[in-house]
Each structure stands twice: as C-alpha cells, then as structure tokens.
C-alpha cells in the first residue's frame, strides 16, 4: 500500500493558479502510476490528469491546456500545476497511486484530499 499525503490547496480568485504536491511512501515511486482525481459537491469523481511511471501524461478534458501534470522520482512527488483557475474547478482533489494507468477507472491507494476553492 502507497501513502499519500497531498497539499498546495486553497481559496484563489478566477483566473488564478495554485500548485498542488503530492508526497508518496510505502513503495518504489518509481514504478508507480500516478493521477490526480478531483470531486466536487454531487458529482462523481473525475481524473484531472494521469502520468505513468513511464512519463505518458493523460489529461481531463475540462482541464486540457490549462493544468499540467509531473513527477519528481528522486523525491517521491507528484504536482500538479493549475492555471487559468474556473469557478467549476473546485472540488477536493485527491492524490492516487496504482499499478496501470487505464485512468478511465478508479482505483489504487488514495490521499485524504485537498480543498481547491474558485472565487471571488
């Protein structure tokens, strides 16, 4: 099992950018896929962005163009940078760790989740 601990979340006006960490143990990061998943009030869980312990970035379609995903192996993190910040862009966002990165479904070791608020 992977333990994640996620943060960089917070309240940002439209328009605005905010980078999310996500700090992984419990096994050799660098085999691991790794994603970013977010939920939002009344809405199922959707991937924001996927990046395979090969370095194959997947991308939401909402966020395409906008946020971007990376991994440090030699720190055992994953980011996730968001520019252009929406109001439809809050939701908590949950760090996930798994072998396979058919991102389409949901499963592996989460993160307790950061709340990323949109508003003015």
């Known amino acids: 099992q992977v333990q994640l601990v996620e943060s960089g979340g917070g309240l940002v006006q439209p328009g605005g950018s905010l980078r999310l960490s996500c700090a992984a143990s419990?096994?050799?990061?660098?085999?691991?896929?790794m994603g970013w998943y977010r939920q939002a009030p009344g809405k199922q869980r959707e991937l924001v962005a996927g990046?395979?312990?090969?370095?194959?970035?997947n991308y939401g379609d909402s966020v395409k163009g906008r946020f971007t995903i990376s991994r440090d192996n030699a720190k055992n993190t994953v980011y996730l940078q968001m520019n252009s910040l929406k109001p439809e862009d809050t939701a908590v966002y949950y760090c996930?760790?798994?072998?396979?990165?058919?991102?389409?479904?949901?499963?592996?070791?989460w993160g307790q989740g950061t709340q990323v608020t949109v508003s003015s």
């Open positions: 996930n760790a798994r072998y396979g990165s058919n991102w389409s479904v949901s499963y592996g070791d």
């Open positions: 419990g096994s050799i990061f660098s085999l691991i896929d």
């Open positions: 990046i395979s312990s090969g370095g194959m970035i």
